[in-house]
């Protein structure tokens, strides 16, 4: 049946339905386009949820208009879907000052922040599905995970933050909400790295690159972008600022966090008797 939600939304259930939404337009995304993988997705994150109406026609990442599609394919009758549409916008206001995900959420409603920062964060989600966290010292160890590239010093720093930050038991969502924080406030460990990168690259002082450069760079750089993704991907960057040849290194960076994160896969083995030590996920 049609899911049903309160007229007013609490903290956890519009996080509830943001989280449904944007992982219903990342497997979009990954799939392609293709409606039936689409479904299957989101049928996963939540049995609710029937998607196989959904449309592939929109080439961006525009989630203001997936929205009102992902509410139209769940919800169906159109006095719902503004009732549902109403309820969910005005949670949105109610709590994105206490939540960064919902502040994400938000300025993506509205088109200040671009597909690729919210896209980023879905591979927090991704590599959480399998690392325990119920610790600080969990945590420490998922940012190790999670940025490579960082000095020993920048993950002491990050996990000094996120202790003071969550000061009950960590947990996935939590650790979601710190991290989106630090990636609106651009204090990303691999989007300030990568700024610098580009503009170590950037020999000619454009403060920009083309198409050509950035497929260039990208496959030298990132081990799980292909050609076609990092075209596309620059292709979509650039439509956002109405087809210009160059895009700003700042707009790149968030791209290129995407590219770069999707090589970041879990250890393959892990020691049983520290998964026995922690807590479950919660």
Same mark, same amino acid.
């Given at each position: ?35 039936? =993988?689409?479904?299957?997705? *989101?049928?996963?994150?939540? &049995? @609710? ?6 449309? !592939? +026609?929109? #080439? ?19 006095? =719902?879907?503004?009732?549902? *549409?109403?309820?969910?916008? &005005? @949670? ?6 206490? !939540? +960064?995900? #919902? ?180």
């Amino acid at each position: 049946g049609v899911p049903k939600l309160p007229r007013r939304l609490t903290k956890d259930a519009v996080m509830q339905v943001i989280e449904e939404v944007l992982a219903a337009r990342w497997a979009q995304i990954n799939s392609g386009g293709d409606t039936d =993988t689409h479904a299957a997705a *989101a049928a996963a994150a939540t &049995a @609710a949820t029937s998607a196989s109406s959904l449309s !592939s +026609s929109s #080439v961006d990442d525009n989630i203001h208009a997936f929205f009102y599609e992902w509410l139209d394919a769940v919800y169906v009758l159109p006095e =719902t879907v503004v009732l549902v *549409a109403f309820s969910v916008l &005005a @949670a949105v206001e109610e709590f994105w000052m206490v !939540s +960064s995900v #919902v502040a994400l959420f938000m300025r993506a409603m509205e088109g200040e922040v671009d597909g690729p920062t919210w896209q980023y964060t879905m591979h927090y989600r991704r590599l959480l599905t399998t690392h325990p966290m119920g610790t600080t010292a969990d945590f420490n160890d998922f940012a190790a995970l999670l940025y490579p590239q960082a000095r020993e010093d920048e993950l002491l720093v990050l996990t000094s933050a996120f202790a003071v930050a969550v000061t009950d038991s960590p947990n996935p969502a939590t650790v979601v909400d710190f991290l989106t924080g630090r990636l609106l406030g651009k204090d990303d460990l691999r989007l300030k790295r990568l700024v610098k990168v580009l503009k170590y690259k950037d020999t000619h002082h454009r403060g920009a690159f083309n198409r050509t450069e950035f497929v260039e760079m990208s496959g030298k750089m990132f081990t799980a972008a292909t050609a076609d993704m990092a075209a596309r991907a620059f292709d979509r960057a650039a439509a956002r600022m109405e087809g210009v040849e160059r895009v700003p290194i700042e707009a790149l960076a968030r791209v290129a966090c995407v590219l770069d994160a999707a090589a970041v896969s879990p250890p393959a083995t892990q020691d049983p008797g520290a998964l026995l030590r922690r807590q479950p996920l919660q």
